[in-house]
């Protein structure tokens, strides 16, 4: 089984990509590297929601790209392709990232908890 820094390194080669698995299944040397893919998608999911919250000239807006761009740039290192898809395949339509795992997974399951199932819908 491939660990999620033999995946990003199976990726950028073009090999088949692991299966997803959740945090508690994952060894403390795979931790680092699904952390930052939970951050990236944390933080887009907060931009992109903050967004509506203020008008396009206030500061608040234009630091809101920031941190999802720098988490964004270091994973696209690893990874040709991320996408944001919508997982009609569940009970209810979700926002699910595909190209990391076997299978899109979605932002309910990667982030967990609260804030992933706050993402997941809101963002559809």
Not at 31 to 41: F, G, K, N, S
Not at 73 to 82: I, R
Request: net charge negative; proline share 3%.
């Amino acid at each position: 089984m491939a660990t999620a820094i033999e995946a990003v390194q199976a990726d950028s080669t073009g090999s088949e990509a692991p299966r997803f698995r959740k945090r508690a299944e994952l060894s403390q040397n795979e931790l680092p590297a699904r952390d930052q893919l939970v951050d990236m998608c944390s933080t887009l999911s907060r931009a992109i929601l903050q967004n509506s919250y203020y008008s396009d000239d206030h500061p608040q807006v234009r630091q809101l790209g920031e941190e999802p761009f720098r988490h964004w740039k270091t994973l696209g290192e690893s990874h040709q392709e991320l996408s944001f898809v919508v997982a009609s395949w569940s009970d209810e339509e979700i926002m699910a990232l595909d190209g990391v795992f076997s299978e899109a997974v979605g932002l309910d399951l990667l982030i967990g908890g609260t804030a992933g199932e706050h993402y997941a819908r809101k963002l559809f």
